[in-house]
C-alpha cells in the first residue's frame, strides 16, 4: 500500500488535506474539504488527478505525477472518464450521476 497526502488551498482559512491511498488496482481518494466529508466528489480531489498543482499549498508538488500514475487502469480512471463525458454533453441528470458514481469510486 502507498499513501501520498497534500495540503489544498480551499474555501476555509485552514488548508484541506487529500489523502490518495494506492493498494494494488484500488484507488482511494479522501479529502476533509465538505464536499469531501459528506462523500460528494470535491475540485481538491479531481484537479489533483488531473495533474494540477495550482491549488497545493503543501510543498509536495512532484507527487502529483504519481497519483496521476495511479489513477491509470483504476476504477476511479473510468468514473472520472464518464464525468467529463457527461460534462461535455451537458446533461445536468447525467452529470449528476457520474458525479455520485465518481464520488462512490473514490472513498470505497
Given at each position: ?14 488548508p ?21 466529508t ?9 484537479s ?20 496521476v500514475?495511479?489513477?491509470?487502469g483504476?476504477?476511479?480512471?473510468v ?8 460534462e ?20 470505497s
Open positions: 500500500m502507498q499513501e501520498l497526502t497534500f495540503l489544498v488551498k480551499g474555501s476555509s482559512k485552514d484541506y488535506e487529500v489523502i490518495f491511498i494506492k493498494d494494488g488496482d484500488s484507488l482511494t481518494a479522501i479529502c476533509n474539504c465538505p464536499a469531501g459528506y462523500g460528494n466528489v470535491c475540485k481538491h480531489r479531481v489533483i488527478l488531473d495533474g494540477s498543482t495550482q491549488s497545493l499549498s503543501s510543498d509536495n508538488s512532484n507527487d502529483v505525477a504519481t497519483v500514475t495511479w489513477l491509470v483504476s476504477d476511479v480512471e468514473a472520472l472518464t464518464e464525468l467529463r463525458a457527461a461535455k454533453s451537458s446533461d445536468k441528470d447525467a452529470i449528476n450521476d457520474a458525479k455520485r458514481k465518481l464520488a462512490r469510486t473514490m472513498n
